[in-house]
């Protein structure tokens, strides 16, 4: 393929409900689509941070630079536009997984589009549907959380993920235990709100047979959360610290973790998620496939990943609706509790012209 144009496109979305987490609150979804175009495909992806760098060190606006002044000229440069040659193009530029991740799943979707092949089959999915969990924010009171929790089972929602922190744990796990029962699928995650001070107080959620709690600690600390895994009988499951499959590696090896969220995008993009899943799987580790409200741009491709053998947990790859009032793609709908796998090529969709035109703050070419 032949790289002909880059245009990035700043979009907008109300979230149907604010979401809040031990890092910040969020109400809308801010974010840039990014979109190629070859001599032989187009191809669509999403930048999964926001415009503050909370979650992770990477955010809109430092992401923008880092693709136009960095990444893009090395791509630009190849001989030959293709996914193989992607991660050693960008290779010297240090960090910025999310930035490589969106500018290598655009790229990826172009390169499957003139395949007419899908990211599923490429990767290997072995699904057609994948099991949907849903992620709950921090609410003001547990009244509200249990409405909230109560609607989402409604739904059909097959795994209830807590938002926790310090304040907010103990409380909210055990009303929704008493509430929905001891076989409710439940989880935590802290968004690396504790120390190892805490690590008695952690302990006492062990009593409420949860599958998981993700990245207790500080971020990178795998020797804490190792230490941690020693005195807590909940599993340890980490999300901000792993970036790569070495990490991954790693952090099994110390007993950091006994479980991985795989977001691909906090790895650098779909080849290396699908790393990620392998080494964990081949160590009997069971991943599941983490999410960062992202549009339809960037569920689609999650949808895929998370059809791989190894995603044996649900993951917070929800329905849509969960987000948004109105998406950029056609809704993904939950039936029975599981989101559908997109079998057409590439990711598998593509930006409807209207909803996109309203949500747009503004479009920037990056290379023509
Ligand atoms: O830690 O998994 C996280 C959302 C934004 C940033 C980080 C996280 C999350 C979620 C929501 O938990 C996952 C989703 O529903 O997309
Ligand atoms: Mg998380």
Same mark, same amino acid.
Request: hydrophobic share 45%; charged share 25%; net charge negative.
């Given at each position: 393929?032949? !790289?002909?144009?880059? +245009? ?6 109300? #979230? ?12 809308? @979804?801010?974010?840039?689509? #990014? ?22 060190? /990477? ?34 530029? @240090? ?15 172009? /390169? ?6 899908? #990211?599923?089959? $490429?990767?290997?999915?072995?699904? +057609? ?20 929790? +109560?609607? $989402? ?16 744990? !103990? ?30 107080? #952690?302990?006492?959620?062990? /009593? ?6 993700? +990245? ?106 969960? $987000? ?42 990056? $290379?023509?």
């Amino acid at each position: 393929m032949k !790289l002909e144009r880059v +245009e990035i496109v700043h979009v907008a979305i109300p #979230l149907v409900s604010p979401f809040r987490t031990s890092f910040g609150t969020m109400t809308t @979804k801010d974010t840039f689509l #990014l979109h190629i175009v070859t001599d032989t495909a187009e191809g669509w992806s999403e930048f999964a941070a926001d415009p503050e760098p909370l979650y992770c060190p /990477e955010f809109v606006a430092g992401a923008e630079i880092v693709l136009r002044d960095f990444l893009l000229p090395r791509v630009a440069a190849l001989p030959v536009l293709g996914t193989a040659h992607l991660a050693p193009a960008m290779a010297k530029i @240090k960090g910025h997984e999310l930035a490589k991740a969106a500018l290598g799943t655009a790229v990826l979707d172009a /390169e499957l589009r003139s395949y007419g092949m899908s #990211l599923a089959t $490429y990767l290997g999915a072995v699904r +057609e549907r994948v099991p949907a969990g849903v992620s709950v924010g921090i609410h003001p009171t547990l009244g509200e959380l249990l409405d909230a929790v +109560e609607g $989402y089972l409604a739904e059909g929602y097959v795994r209830i993920k807590l938002k926790i922190e310090p304040g907010w744990d !103990l409380e909210p796990v055990r009303a929704v235990r008493e509430r929905f029962g001891a076989e409710l699928p439940l989880q935590v995650d802290a968004n690396t709100a504790y120390t190892l001070a805490d690590a008695e107080h #952690l302990r006492r959620l062990d /009593e409420f047979g949860l599958l998981l709690i993700e +990245e207790p600690l500080d971020e990178n600390n795998l020797h804490a959360h190792a230490r941690l895994q020693q005195r807590i009988s909940t599993p340890v499951c980490l999300d901000e610290s792993l970036h790569n499959a070495r990490d991954t590696a790693s952090a099994i090896a110390m007993d950091a973790c006994r479980v991985v969220n795989v977001k691909p995008a906090r790895v650098g993009g779909y080849l290396e998620a699908r790393r990620v899943h392998d080494v964990a799987h081949a160590h009997g580790v069971p991943v599941w496939c983490g999410g960062m409200l992202e549009t339809g741009i960037g569920r689609a491709p999650n949808l895929a990943l998370a059809a791989l053998p190894g995603f044996t947990l649900p993951g917070d790859t929800s329905a849509s609706s969960r $987000y948004f009032a109105e998406d950029i793609t056609e809704p993904f709908v939950l039936v029975d509790g599981h989101l559908p796998v997109p079998r057409k090529p590439g990711i598998g969709v593509e930006p409807l012209p209207e909803p996109l035109r309203r949500f747009t703050r503004h479009r920037r070419d990056l $290379y023509v």
